[in-house]
């Protein structure tokens, strides 16, 4: 078993992965038996995401961060009256910097986050489109 100490950069390595598979359906449709079996509005079918993080701990750029990430979110029923009308599936990609520093005894984080970098246009839920792509910033202290 090999040992890891905390100037190793895998430590300032950080990996998160997460896969989604809900086949939700209607076991008695509300209003309509004919769709009695029919796929549950506004759920995707399949949702993937991967993202990743790295810290510099030492060097040149110490404080500084970097991630990214992309999530997937398939097909899923639209309408409430028609369940088998579908919304297509989308792909979006986070990418963020941030700088974790000391001011005035405190720490410190600002982050600036870009969403949706590639814009893709899609439905958020059944009743709504998702954002465009948007820059956010962020200035945090803790106490």
């Given at each position: 078993i090999a040992s890891h100490s905390a100037n190793d950069p895998a430590w300032d390595l950080q990996v998160m992965l997460a896969f989604s598979r809900c086949d939700a359906i209607y076991e008695q449709y509300p209003s309509n038996p004919a769709l009695?079996?029919?796929?549950?509005?506004?759920?995707?079918?399949?949702?993937f995401s991967l993202w990743g993080k790295y810290f510099f701990r030492s060097g040149g750029l110490e404080g500084f961060a970097v991630a990214g990430g992309i999530s997937h979110v398939g097909s899923a029923s639209h309408v409430a009256n028609n369940p088998l009308v579908r919304t297509p599936a989308y792909t979006t990609i986070d990418l963020t910097l941030g700088y974790r520093f000391e001011l005035f005894g405190r720490k410190?984080?600002?982050d600036l986050s870009v969403k949706n970098l590639v814009n893709e246009r899609y439905y958020a839920s059944a009743s709504s489109w998702g954002f465009p792509r948007h820059?956010?910033?962020?200035?945090?202290?803790?106490?």
């Open positions: 009695d079996r029919a796929p549950l509005v506004a759920t995707p079918d399949r949702t410190c984080s600002a820059v956010i910033f962020s200035l945090g202290a803790r106490f």
